[in-house]
């Protein structure tokens, strides 16, 4: 069992696109035993995986999204509408799903966050990323476990890594807004996913090593019910399958 907390499991893939599978097949398994859960979404590289086979499935009838809710992670403000996190979620997800307009959020649409998704019941299930630094969602190093949906300045680190989503000579955002370190621990089940060998140092020093805001992404050590995916053997990972 690993370490990283009392009832987490690991799910350690062969490969990128077997993470991706067994990452999707969880995500559809919750939208059958709870058709309205709300979902924490992520965008980025690492993701594009699980969303083609949600996007593959959903087109064929096999997930019926009517009644789920998705909240995007965060968010850029200062880009056009092609570069958002709202138009990479409906181009990678959610035009090839019957998700309702209104059960689409982004925390750049509303002042209180994490309130609407209280009103809803609390996240269900929230898939985050790993960022080079350390960061969930857009949460850099630093910031404090308690916060809430809130505005932020990325950080270099974070800005040259997302350099490669933008054409040459187009800015890299500098301002967005992320859902909280506290609003992302108070999700029901959390699902890290990192995939090749730039993540594997953070990765292992996010799940063992010391817990504080220099490292946001070891705060999810002290979740409960943490799910961590990879596609890379870590220091204390074990073969456990997610839960379907
Ligand atoms: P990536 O981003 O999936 O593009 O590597 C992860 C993150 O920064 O959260």
Aim: glycine share 6%.
């Amino acid at each position: 069992m690993l370490t990283v907390s009392t009832q987490g499991v690991n799910a350690l893939a062969d490969s990128y696109d077997a993470l991706s599978l067994k990452v999707a097949s969880y995500i559809k398994n919750q939208l059958k035993v709870k058709p309205d859960s709300c979902l924490g979404l992520p965008t980025g590289a690492t993701p594009v995986g699980f969303y083609q086979y949600l996007a593959k499935w959903s087109k064929n009838g096999e997930i019926d999204w009517s009644r789920a809710k998705c909240f995007a992670l965060d968010e850029y403000l200062d880009v056009d509408l092609e570069e958002s996190f709202e138009y990479y979620l409906e181009h990678n997800l959610y035009q090839y799903t019957n998700l309702p307009d209104e059960h689409k959020f982004n925390p750049k649409d509303s002042s209180d966050y994490d309130q609407i998704i209280a009103s809803f019941g609390g996240l269900d299930v929230t898939i985050v990323g790993i960022g080079r630094n350390g960061h969930i969602a857009f949460n850099e190093p630093g910031t404090d476990k308690e916060t809430r949906t809130h505005f932020v300045p990325l950080t270099e680190s974070t800005r040259s890594a997302n350099a490669k989503f933008f054409h040459d000579g187009e800015p890299v955002p500098k301002q967005a807004v992320t859902m909280g370190i506290r609003t992302i621990l108070d999700s029901r089940v959390i699902v890290l996913i990192a995939n090749g060998e730039s993540k594997q140092e953070i990765i292992k020093e996010a799940l063992s090593g010391p817990i504080g805001s220099h490292l946001p992404a070891s705060y999810l050590q002290e979740h409960p019910h943490l799910f961590v995916a990879t596609d890379f053997q870590f220091s204390g990972a074990q073969k456990f399958e997610l839960p379907t």
